[in-house]
């Protein structure tokens, strides 16, 4: 069934301000950084009917929420605002990871015998840390441009294909980036494959299940901000922070 995001599409407003645009952006870093400094430090494990049991990082579980937020943020307010929230998130989550290095490196007090668990937790390589912070980057500007171009092209209508098409493509560039260039060499290559194809699989389905409410979140921002911003004139270059 074909959703329209809104009646009719609202004019553009450049230079204006914003009720909720800071909230969003808020929320977004606070994610992305929970989700790739907290969330790979656990491998859960749940039984499922028919597949019995099922291992996965824990991240996966929010991950695919910053993409939600993404997603927002281009719909409602833009591209070129989107790009400034990524570039907050990549800012933030370059600084949490310096930072996670640098605590684990310090050496413990005698009396505090945690070192070992602490660094199982937070003390990812830096072949990791670059392979996270490069997978976000471009994933997250992949699902940003998809999601602004589809919207032009359909002209603001069938809401539901551009978010789940910009997600598709997001989360595809970012597993191709991530799993090889962290992984590659010290996982045999058939378990790289296994994992990334997995995880991307449940990224993916995620923001499909989670749709519905995007929907309605989506709605009710373009109507308290009377924005619906369409990117016909948007200079694409991730590498700008202007609006």
């Not at 929970?34 to 991950?63: E, M, N, S, T």
Request: glycine share 6%; net charge neutral.
């Amino acid at each position: 069934m074909s959703i329209a995001a809104t009646a009719a599409p609202l004019p553009n407003t450049p230079g204006r301000h914003y009720h909720y645009y800071d909230f969003v952006m808020a929320a977004y870093v606070v994610i992305l950084v929970c989700a790739d400094v907290i969330g790979p430090g656990k491998i859960a494990q749940v039984r499922l009917p028919l597949i019995g049991d099922f291992a996965f990082g824990a991240g996966v579980l929010f991950f695919p929420i910053s993409y939600i937020f993404g997603d927002l943020l281009t719909e409602v307010y833009g591209y070129a605002r989107a790009r400034r929230v990524v570039w907050a998130g990549f800012a933030a989550l370059a600084f949490a990871s310096f930072m996670s290095w640098v605590v684990v490196s310090f050496p413990p007090a005698p009396f505090w015998h945690n070192q070992e668990a602490y660094e199982a937790t937070f003390g990812a390589t830096p072949r990791i840390i670059a392979a996270s912070l490069l997978a976000v980057w471009a994933g997250e500007f992949a699902n940003s441009f998809t999601l602004a171009r589809m919207k032009v092209l359909t002209d603001g209508k069938w809401l539901w294909t551009r978010f789940v098409g910009s997600t598709v493509i997001g989360e595809a560039v970012d597993s191709t980036l991530f799993y090889p260039i962290a992984f590659l060499g010290i996982w045999p290559t058939a378990v790289v494959v296994k994992v990334a194809l997995t995880n991307y699989l449940l990224k993916t389905g995620w923001e499909i299940v989670i749709y519905p409410l995007t929907r309605r979140i989506v709605l009710w921002l373009k109507r308290v901000e009377n924005e619906d911003w369409f990117d016909r004139d948007t200079n694409f270059t991730p590498f700008s922070l202007e609006d």
